[in-house]
């Protein structure tokens, strides 16, 4: 069975910093492009950062570069977003994608997303 199971959200002051990880099972990760996506109620999904697992290839929207940084170790088949110097703007809905590549192409797997919140 596929499944993405984040964690690693929460409450956080301003210029904090969390560390969210998303666990992958059923699929192997390294076929795949690893995205973090987040939401603000009743806005659009926005994708913040991904990684291409083959290469280790990143990349951010503006909005997070140079704050967040994303992460894969293909032993443990998980993908991490480490986040620093958090804004209350970066309050959202954080979920974990995986974009299959390659003969994967059109695969795409979500997880149910956890809870980032800063707020002092």
């Known amino acids: 069975q596929v499944q993405l199971v984040e964690s690693g959200g929460g409450l956080v002051q301003p210029g904090g910093s969390l560390r969210l990880s998303c666990v992958a099972s059923?699929?192997?990760?390294?076929?795949?492009?690893m995205n973090w996506y987040r939401q603000v109620s009743g806005n659009k999904r926005e994708r913040i950062a991904h990684?291409?697992?083959?290469?280790?290839?990143?990349g951010y929207t503006s909005s997070v570069s140079g704050r967040f940084t994303i992460s894969v170790d293909n032993a443990k088949n998980t993908v991490f977003l480490q986040m620093d110097n958090l804004k209350p703007e970066d309050t959202a809905v954080y979920y974990c994608?995986?974009?299959?590549?390659?003969?994967?192409?059109?695969?795409?797997?979500w997880g149910k997303g956890t809870l980032v919140s800063v707020s002092s």
């Open positions: 994608n995986a974009e299959g590549v390659g003969l994967f192409h059109g695969r795409n797997y």
């Open positions: 059923g699929f192997t990760i390294s076929a795949y492009a």
């Open positions: 990684i291409y697992t083959a290469t280790g290839s990143t």
